[in-house]
């Protein structure tokens, strides 16, 4: 991009501005002294506005849309129309018809029939047509294409406008504020800059000013393009690699499924269906290949405990952990030594002779049961798992237990007996007791009424 310095500024006659009597109030942040009676502008706030309009049509550009110049005057034509062919940009350097922007309707059918015009006097039948008929569409034609010429290949409304001198091109301006298009302008010490989104100060009126402040801009637009054609290089590679390793991973999904077919084919070959048969047979026998009986047993243990430490009522006894304990244990223990513990238990927690111990007795007995029919609970549990998990082997661990679990019962159907035949003992105690006492009392009874009898004598 094209930076200009103050000396090259000056000695274009950048800094030059209108007499101080055509002065517009609203410049007057530009001006940077009188002299002469004639303004002076103040070159560093052209240069700082300069830096700012070049980044906003570099990224206007960027993006791929279309920037229409508009200058009409003399001095600015032919540098217009230079700067604009060379970026392919459209251009006004002829009257500016009015509606251009506002009205493109009407422009868009002016632009067609211009086309059209170009294409019969190509073809034979407008050779044999009426001089006077060949001479008005020539007419009609060389009018519309000094018009129109810079904006033949417009389709849309343009995203930006290049103008130079607003006073004149007031029109231009005026449309653009209303469609809310950015207008980039050279503004002159006789002109109000509030009117454009990005003025830049500077003299309107000398070829050489204008030349040094378009070329600037257009070396920022040039640069946008060009940015943009590397930014479509790049997205055509990356869609073009994306292609390639899209086709590489279909072709090798192609191959793979071929030598699969392949070795497919070669195993039917060489294997019949009976041997294959066999190969099924084999995995199969592998997979529901029984394990050791000790590991499957210690394993369930370890599984029921937690379940069984949940299910326990709060309120138990040490006889009642036993029995648990001893319910839980493996299968290959016998239900002796547990038969054993329960009457030691019983002995121990036998009841005396009152009504008190009686009470005891009941309530513990009551919560034997209830832990018995727990421990029966979860055996069946343990049961289940076995049954889904186990294979032959397992089955008959299963039925070992279910004796020891009948054993278990009757054992403690036993104790339930031997503790109810010694609480009715202990009550029928009580009454002999009772009997003994009454005798006592008649005869003291019988002694007392002796001694009143004596007395009484």
């Avoid at 989104?197 to 070396?219: F, G, H, M, Q, T």
């Avoid at 991973?249 to 497919?264: A, G």
Wanted: proline share 3%.
């Amino acid at each position: 991009m094209i930076t200009l310095t103050h000396k090259e500024l000056l000695d274009a006659g950048v800094h030059l501005g209108h007499m101080t009597r055509k002065w517009h109030p609203n410049m007057a942040p530009f001006i940077f002294m009188e002299r002469s009676g004639i303004h002076i502008i103040d070159l560093n706030k052209t240069l700082a506005h300069l830096q700012e309009a070049t980044q906003a049509l570099k990224s206007i550009a960027r993006t791929g849309k279309k920037i229409l110049f508009v200058a009409t005057k003399k001095q600015a034509r032919n540098v217009i129309v230079q700067e604009a062919q060379r970026l392919r940009m459209p251009y006004v350097t002829e009257r500016w018809l009015g509606g251009t922007l506002t009205n493109f309707a009407t422009i868009r059918k002016l632009l067609k029939k211009m086309a059209s015009f170009e294409k019969l006097t190509k073809e034979t039948a407008y050779k044999n047509m009426a001089k006077k008929e060949q001479l008005t569409i020539a007419r009609e034609k060389s009018k519309l294409q000094r018009l129109l010429h810079g904006i033949a290949d417009i389709t849309r409304l343009p995203s930006a406008l290049c103008v130079v001198d607003i006073n004149k091109e007031h029109i231009a301006v005026k449309e653009a504020q209303k469609l809310g298009i950015p207008v980039f302008a050279l503004v002159d010490t006789n002109t109000n800059p509030l009117l454009v989104d990005y003025p830049i100060a500077s003299n309107d009126d000398a070829s050489r000013s204008i030349e040094a402040v378009i070329k600037v801009l257009a070396s920022a637009i040039e640069e946008g393009l060009e940015e943009r054609q590397k930014d479509k290089a790049t997205e055509q590679a990356m869609q073009e690699t994306a292609e390639k390793t899209s086709r590489e991973r279909n072709v090798r999904k192609v191959v793979l499924e071929e030598e699969i077919s392949k070795q497919v084919a070669k195993s039917k070959a060489a294997t019949g269906p009976k041997t294959a048969k066999k190969v099924v047979a084999k995995k199969t026998e592998t997979l529901t290949a029984a394990p050791s009986k000790g590991n499957t047993e210690d394993k369930e243990v370890k599984k029921i405990a937690p379940k069984q430490s949940k299910t326990q009522p709060a309120t138990t006894d040490t006889t009642s952990s036993t029995s648990q304990k001893e319910s839980v244990t493996p299968t290959t223990r016998t239900s002796k030594p547990t038969t054993e513990r329960k009457s030691a238990s019983t002995k121990k927690s036998a009841p005396k002779a009152d009504s008190t111990s009686t009470e005891s007795v009941v309530d513990k007995a009551a919560q034997e049961g209830a832990t018995t029919k727990a421990a029966a609970t979860d055996k069946k549990d343990t049961k289940t798992v076995k049954s889904s998990k186990a294979d032959n082997t397992s089955i008959e661990t299963v039925a070992d237990k279910s004796t020891q679990e009948q054993i278990a019962t009757k054992a403690a159907a036993t104790d339930k007996k031997d503790t109810n035949s010694k609480t009715t003992k202990a009550a029928s105690k009580s009454p002999k007791k009772s009997t003994k006492t009454t005798d006592t009392d008649k005869k003291t009874t019988k002694a007392s009424d002796k001694v009143e009898k004596s007395t009484s004598k």
